[in-house]
């Protein structure tokens, strides 16, 4: 009797301990790897309520705000009718919680970050998909007019957990560039940096979030000489060590070919979900190669078979939005160098950045009251006294500045008063693209001259020599037409010079650009009551 | 016979067996499984708590590993003392010889009490072991003074006087509580001998629960329960008799579901006289590293008798009081002792445990073995070198070590509903994490010091 029952007290403990062994064992393999069992899950919860009262506190509509939805609020701001002519895509990569986190060139702190999120809600900003995104530049369907598509690079957790709370508050969606080799790689689990499977998979139902490659594993530094250790995955041929040379170009090919098609097939297989975009690590899309500048060349050939969209950073002389038409290469608004170029009240200037960068509608005139859009291409800007003065800088001997919102413009007349108190030489542009792309008239001291870039490639100014007095400080109407494929500078109000516009200058918006004479550093142009009319000016006299 | 008189012996028997139901108490088992479920929510507490580290540190398969281990191994110990009342009826029912003669089963008794310069106490300890209920005639007692240099032998002599069956043993130089222990053993004729500390006594009221057991031939010796007589003295105090209950009512019990007991405490425990004696010179002769040993008399001696394929139980219904220490530096003295017996003792004990009981060595005794030697080396690790090299504080360990005590706490408000000292087990647990966890690997360094540091 004794001895049954022990032996039956034995199997019974035996049975109980496993079974706790295994439920441990498992619980703690389930609640390490479920996000939503984690203690992030209930500090998201509780930032997502704090972000809630925020925001209601924001609409200046306190607590009685929560049950209104977020939707009512937008669509009462936005303007229904307008539709977008262009979407502008914004990029962040961390975004910092601790409040002791020191200031770097890459992450933005949590509270920028919420104060820009909700001035773009307040505005009346609402985020867009890619589908929709694709869909829009291929001219299928139309989007409001404040859209804007979120994007976030690296896939880190920390451009995640305190993002997403905000997100689920505006009703807003955003793209997370996975560096797939780190976040779907063996180890991901491990990681305290990169977001997990796990995390990803999550991200992806609840959603807010699409997924898209960053590479698989493109983002490091390379090796690209026996001594060089910082060259670009995507863009560098790499040095093979254990043979003593370069890679060759079919390598090259190879290798990125294989690591861009991976890192997709591995959103797919992992996540589930077709990634419809590419961002470029570093924003290199082959242009800042070390030993290989062909791989700019090269690199659309292998992404435009794999991704219909590729983001990279957008440089100072471009327009910040995209336009319809090919999406693949496709801008990106680096949310921690546009707008410092700005200033320091971040989240009012992004609201500015981004109203001031829908199309602007003709006749336009500028006082110069404040900034409307003016884009700084390089150089000093500034706005005083109702004038713009576009300056060089310590780095550069020219300065550049063009408007945002004008990159449709077609047939239009540009006019500004116009002063070089230092002397110095300046002009105007129009069909203005990109630094590569556009119309201008050339005004110097003793010439006014038609000059085009087209496709990167300079055409022959069509000179007038002629004693303008320009630098002695004068004020100056400056005028440039543009029609069609004919193009005429004014100066003083009557045409000099006239030449035919490029193909491929089709339209473009307007520009202004000084440049020191004789390595006369300091001089500057000043700028006022710039207007811009669809009309073409009476011919005078 | 008085026909009133024989229910009366009736309800007493019914009453104090009243939970004694033959076999397994299935409804008992399901009424406290209950209670391990509300600690299965506690656990995944600690779950939450250690996979919570993880997302901020890399996983830490070792510390995952030991705390997986410690947590089922304290569960294990709830969940086997919860078959201990059950196990007990059952092995003294099966080879007692009928029913009838439960009842009559009042075999001699001897009391051993080695003393050394115990004027104050030695009076009382001799006259509470003749107040307990059992037939006078079958009561002996042996006090061993041993080199008393104070009046203690005169205060003996005198109660010889009114104590017929006293005997006193006189050593002029003193031999140890060992030897004292060792010679009460061999005087007396008794079948039954209890070993009393000078300042323990036995609740006169349930001394024949202490006897019941030894109806199975089989048990060698039986552990009494033991409580604080100084219980509300100070907070240590009270510390103490909440680690006394667990350390009793469910340790010892968890150890004597499979007639197991490792350490059938000094304070309060009954010796059968013929299993003791075969084995009382292996005992005596105890060393460790070339000198004997000097404490953990009782640990040693259940070990031997365990040794010797016997069977240990222990008994929550024999109540046995003693005295623990007030102050820290006493306590701290104990606990090395205590310490020193047991690392001497579990090396000693391993050797045969496997043997002799295969299912104990691997269930419990090898596994607490290592728990008590990685628990230093963990809690080294999660006190001093984490929050030193990671700067993180160890909260979460903290956090983990108070909801397993939650869940022995749980069980032990189960047990004893108005037993009020269950908050200090907290504090125990504090105390033993911060300080006593360390003062093992203190006792494995001064281990060939085998002075008592004074009691």
Redesign the interface.
């Given at each position: 009797?004794?001895n049954f029952?022990?032996k039956?007290?034995?199997i019974i403990?035996?049975i109980?301990?496993l079974a706790?062994?295994f439920?441990?064992?498992k619980?703690?393999g389930l609640?390490?790897n479920n996000y939503y069992?984690?203690?992030?899950y209930f500090v998201m919860q509780y930032d997502f309520i704090k972000d809630k009262i925020a925001f209601a506190n924001y609409m200046n509509g306190g607590i009685s705000d929560w049950f209104r939805s977020s939707k009512n609020i937008s669509s009462s701001q936005a303007s229904q009718e307008e539709t977008a002519k262009s979407i502008p895509v914004l990029l962040y990569h961390g975004v910092m919680k601790d409040p002791n986190w020191k200031l770097d060139d890459v992450n933005i702190s949590l509270e920028d970050f919420r104060q820009q999120m909700f001035a773009l809600k307040k505005a009346g900003y609402q985020t867009i998909t890619l589908e929709e995104y694709l869909d829009f530049m291929n001219g299928k369907r139309a989007l409001p007019a404040k859209s804007f598509m979120l994007t976030f690079d690296d896939g880190r957790k920390d451009s995640f957990y305190p993002v997403d709370p905000i997100l689920k508050v505006l009703g807003y969606t955003a793209v997370m560039n996975v560096i797939t080799g780190r976040s779907l790689g063996q180890e991901n689990e491990?990681g305290?940096f990169h977001l997990s499977q796990i995390e990803l998979q999550k991200m992806t139902e609840s959603g807010r979030w699409e997924m898209a490659s960053h590479t698989e594993n493109g983002h490091d530094y390379e090796k690209i000489s026996p001594s060089d250790n910082a060259g670009h995955f995507l863009s560098d041929k790499l040095w093979l060590a254990s043979e003593n040379r370069m890679e060759t170009d079919t390598e090259y090919f190879d290798r990125v070919s294989k690591d861009l098609a991976a890192s997709k097939a591995d959103i797919q297989k992992k996540l589930g979900v077709k990634a419809l975009a590419f961002a470029y690590p570093f924003g290199d899309f082959g242009q800042e190669s070390s030993n290989y500048p062909d791989s700019q060349n090269i690199l659309p050939g292998i992404l435009r078979k794999i991704f219909p969209v590729t983001f990279y950073q957008t440089r100072g002389s471009e327009f910040l939005n995209n336009y319809q038409g090919d999406p693949f290469m496709t801008r990106r608004i680096d949310m921690k160098s546009e707008i410092n170029v700005f200033s320091d009240a971040s989240a009012k200037n992004l609201v500015n950045l981004l109203n001031n960068d829908m199309e602007k509608s003709l006749d336009y005139t500028d006082n110069f009251e404040k900034n409307n859009g003016w884009l700084q291409g390089w150089g000093t800007l500034a706005f005083s006294k109702n004038r713009m003065t576009i300056s060089d800088s310590p780095t550069d001997d020219s300065g550049m500045t063009f408007l945002g919102g004008t990159y449709l413009w077609k047939d239009y007349f540009f006019q500004v008063r116009a002063s070089l108190p230092k002397g110095g030489a300046f002009a105007l542009a129009a069909r203005y693209q990109n630094e590569d792309n556009y119309a201008a008239c050339d005004f110097t001291d003793i010439h006014v001259a038609f000059a085009q870039r087209a496709g990167n490639k300079d055409e022959p100014d069509k000179e007038q020599l002629m004693q303008t007095n320009l630098t002695n400080g004068r004020i100056a109407d400056i005028g440039i037409s543009v029609q069609g494929d004919k193009a005429t500078c004014y100066l003083d109000g009557k045409p000099v010079t006239s030449g035919v516009i490029e193909t491929g200058l089709e339209n473009g918006g307007i520009g202004i650009k000084m440049w020191d004479i004789n390595q006369m550093k300091g001089s500057s142009l000043i700028v006022s009551d710039l207007k811009v009319m669809a009309a073409l000016p009476a011919v005078q006299k | 016979m008085n026909t009133s008189q024989s229910e009366t012996i009736e309800q007493v028997y019914n009453q104090s067996f009243a939970g004694y139901q033959s076999g397994i108490n299935w409804r008992d088992i399901f009424y406290q499984s209950a209670i391990v479920l509300s600690g299965g929510a506690l656990i995944f507490l600690i779950i939450l708590l250690k996979s919570k580290t993880s997302v901020e540190f890399q996983v830490e398969p070792y510390f995952f590993s030991y705390a997986i281990f410690v947590t089922t191994f304290l569960l294990s110990r709830i969940i086997t003392s919860m078959f201990y009342k059950s196990s007990l009826k059952t092995l003294v029912a099966e080879n007692s010889s009928g029913q009838a003669q439960l009842d009559d089963y009042e075999p001699k008794v001897a009391f051993v009490i080695p003393c050394k310069n115990e004027e104050q106490d030695i009076g009382d300890s001799v006259i509470q072991c003749y107040k307990i209920k059992y037939p006078k005639d079958k009561i002996e007692v042996i006090v061993v003074n041993d080199g008393s240099t104070d009046r203690t032998m005169l205060i003996l002599r005198e109660l010889q006087k009114y104590y017929p069956t006293l005997t006193v043993i006189d050593w002029p130089e003193n031999q140890g509580k060992r030897w004292g222990m060792a010679a009460g053993f061999q005087v007396s004729d008794a079948e039954i001998i209890i070993q009393l500390d000078s300042d323990s006594s036995l609740d006169p009221d349930s001394f024949q629960e202490l006897i019941a057991p030894f109806k199975n031939p089989e048990i060698s010796a039986v552990c009494a329960h033991g409580i604080p007589k100084n219980a509300d003295k100070n907070i240590l105090t009270k510390m103490q008799t909440a680690y006394y209950f667990m350390s009793f009512r469910i340790l010892k019990a968890a150890e004597s579901t499979f007639n197991t007991v490792f350490c059938c405490s000094g304070c309060c425990s009954a010796y059968r006289k013929s299993d003791v004696m075969p084995v009382i010179y292996s005992w005596l002769g105890e060393s460790f590293l070339g000198l004997p040993v000097t404490w953990g008399d009782d640990r040693a001696l259940t070990s031997h008798l365990l040794k010797a394929g016997k069977k240990t139980v222990y008994t929550s219904d024999a109540i046995a009081y003693t005295i623990v220490p007030e102050r820290w530096k006493i306590l701290l003295r104990q606990q090395l002792r205590w310490k020193k017996s047991w690392i001497i003792n579990s090396i000693f004990t391993s050797r045969f445990i496997t043997k002799k009981q295969p299912f104990v060595a691997f269930f419990y005794y090898l596994p607490l073995v290592i728990i008590s030697f990685l628990t230093p080396i963990m809690t080294f690790r999660a006190l001093i070198f984490i929050p030193f090299t990671k700067g993180t504080l160890p909260l979460y360990h903290i956090a983990g070590v108070l909801l397993i005590t939650a869940i022995m706490v749980i069980y032990y408000k189960y047990l004893d509903a108005k037993n009020k000292y269950w908050p200090y087990l907290f504090l125990w647990s504090l105390v033993n994490l911060f300080v006593l966890s360390f003062v093992i690997v203190w006792a494995a360094v001064r281990i060939q010091d085998r002075g008592w540091g004074t009691r």
């Amino acid at each position: 009797m004794h001895n049954f029952n022990l032996k039956m007290i034995k199997i019974i403990l035996v049975i109980l301990m496993l079974a706790v062994v295994f439920v441990m064992v498992k619980g703690i393999g389930l609640l390490k790897n479920n996000y939503y069992w984690r203690t992030p899950y209930f500090v998201m919860q509780y930032d997502f309520i704090k972000d809630k009262i925020a925001f209601a506190n924001y609409m200046n509509g306190g607590i009685s705000d929560w049950f209104r939805s977020s939707k009512n609020i937008s669509s009462s701001q936005a303007s229904q009718e307008e539709t977008a002519k262009s979407i502008p895509v914004l990029l962040y990569h961390g975004v910092m919680k601790d409040p002791n986190w020191k200031l770097d060139d890459v992450n933005i702190s949590l509270e920028d970050f919420r104060q820009q999120m909700f001035a773009l809600k307040k505005a009346g900003y609402q985020t867009i998909t890619l589908e929709e995104y694709l869909d829009f530049m291929n001219g299928k369907r139309a989007l409001p007019a404040k859209s804007f598509m979120l994007t976030f690079d690296d896939g880190r957790k920390d451009s995640f957990y305190p993002v997403d709370p905000i997100l689920k508050v505006l009703g807003y969606t955003a793209v997370m560039n996975v560096i797939t080799g780190r976040s779907l790689g063996q180890e991901n689990e491990k990681g305290s940096f990169h977001l997990s499977q796990i995390e990803l998979q999550k991200m992806t139902e609840s959603g807010r979030w699409e997924m898209a490659s960053h590479t698989e594993n493109g983002h490091d530094y390379e090796k690209i000489s026996p001594s060089d250790n910082a060259g670009h995955f995507l863009s560098d041929k790499l040095w093979l060590a254990s043979e003593n040379r370069m890679e060759t170009d079919t390598e090259y090919f190879d290798r990125v070919s294989k690591d861009l098609a991976a890192s997709k097939a591995d959103i797919q297989k992992k996540l589930g979900v077709k990634a419809l975009a590419f961002a470029y690590p570093f924003g290199d899309f082959g242009q800042e190669s070390s030993n290989y500048p062909d791989s700019q060349n090269i690199l659309p050939g292998i992404l435009r078979k794999i991704f219909p969209v590729t983001f990279y950073q957008t440089r100072g002389s471009e327009f910040l939005n995209n336009y319809q038409g090919d999406p693949f290469m496709t801008r990106r608004i680096d949310m921690k160098s546009e707008i410092n170029v700005f200033s320091d009240a971040s989240a009012k200037n992004l609201v500015n950045l981004l109203n001031n960068d829908m199309e602007k509608s003709l006749d336009y005139t500028d006082n110069f009251e404040k900034n409307n859009g003016w884009l700084q291409g390089w150089g000093t800007l500034a706005f005083s006294k109702n004038r713009m003065t576009i300056s060089d800088s310590p780095t550069d001997d020219s300065g550049m500045t063009f408007l945002g919102g004008t990159y449709l413009w077609k047939d239009y007349f540009f006019q500004v008063r116009a002063s070089l108190p230092k002397g110095g030489a300046f002009a105007l542009a129009a069909r203005y693209q990109n630094e590569d792309n556009y119309a201008a008239c050339d005004f110097t001291d003793i010439h006014v001259a038609f000059a085009q870039r087209a496709g990167n490639k300079d055409e022959p100014d069509k000179e007038q020599l002629m004693q303008t007095n320009l630098t002695n400080g004068r004020i100056a109407d400056i005028g440039i037409s543009v029609q069609g494929d004919k193009a005429t500078c004014y100066l003083d109000g009557k045409p000099v010079t006239s030449g035919v516009i490029e193909t491929g200058l089709e339209n473009g918006g307007i520009g202004i650009k000084m440049w020191d004479i004789n390595q006369m550093k300091g001089s500057s142009l000043i700028v006022s009551d710039l207007k811009v009319m669809a009309a073409l000016p009476a011919v005078q006299k | 016979m008085n026909t009133s008189q024989s229910e009366t012996i009736e309800q007493v028997y019914n009453q104090s067996f009243a939970g004694y139901q033959s076999g397994i108490n299935w409804r008992d088992i399901f009424y406290q499984s209950a209670i391990v479920l509300s600690g299965g929510a506690l656990i995944f507490l600690i779950i939450l708590l250690k996979s919570k580290t993880s997302v901020e540190f890399q996983v830490e398969p070792y510390f995952f590993s030991y705390a997986i281990f410690v947590t089922t191994f304290l569960l294990s110990r709830i969940i086997t003392s919860m078959f201990y009342k059950s196990s007990l009826k059952t092995l003294v029912a099966e080879n007692s010889s009928g029913q009838a003669q439960l009842d009559d089963y009042e075999p001699k008794v001897a009391f051993v009490i080695p003393c050394k310069n115990e004027e104050q106490d030695i009076g009382d300890s001799v006259i509470q072991c003749y107040k307990i209920k059992y037939p006078k005639d079958k009561i002996e007692v042996i006090v061993v003074n041993d080199g008393s240099t104070d009046r203690t032998m005169l205060i003996l002599r005198e109660l010889q006087k009114y104590y017929p069956t006293l005997t006193v043993i006189d050593w002029p130089e003193n031999q140890g509580k060992r030897w004292g222990m060792a010679a009460g053993f061999q005087v007396s004729d008794a079948e039954i001998i209890i070993q009393l500390d000078s300042d323990s006594s036995l609740d006169p009221d349930s001394f024949q629960e202490l006897i019941a057991p030894f109806k199975n031939p089989e048990i060698s010796a039986v552990c009494a329960h033991g409580i604080p007589k100084n219980a509300d003295k100070n907070i240590l105090t009270k510390m103490q008799t909440a680690y006394y209950f667990m350390s009793f009512r469910i340790l010892k019990a968890a150890e004597s579901t499979f007639n197991t007991v490792f350490c059938c405490s000094g304070c309060c425990s009954a010796y059968r006289k013929s299993d003791v004696m075969p084995v009382i010179y292996s005992w005596l002769g105890e060393s460790f590293l070339g000198l004997p040993v000097t404490w953990g008399d009782d640990r040693a001696l259940t070990s031997h008798l365990l040794k010797a394929g016997k069977k240990t139980v222990y008994t929550s219904d024999a109540i046995a009081y003693t005295i623990v220490p007030e102050r820290w530096k006493i306590l701290l003295r104990q606990q090395l002792r205590w310490k020193k017996s047991w690392i001497i003792n579990s090396i000693f004990t391993s050797r045969f445990i496997t043997k002799k009981q295969p299912f104990v060595a691997f269930f419990y005794y090898l596994p607490l073995v290592i728990i008590s030697f990685l628990t230093p080396i963990m809690t080294f690790r999660a006190l001093i070198f984490i929050p030193f090299t990671k700067g993180t504080l160890p909260l979460y360990h903290i956090a983990g070590v108070l909801l397993i005590t939650a869940i022995m706490v749980i069980y032990y408000k189960y047990l004893d509903a108005k037993n009020k000292y269950w908050p200090y087990l907290f504090l125990w647990s504090l105390v033993n994490l911060f300080v006593l966890s360390f003062v093992i690997v203190w006792a494995a360094v001064r281990i060939q010091d085998r002075g008592w540091g004074t009691r």
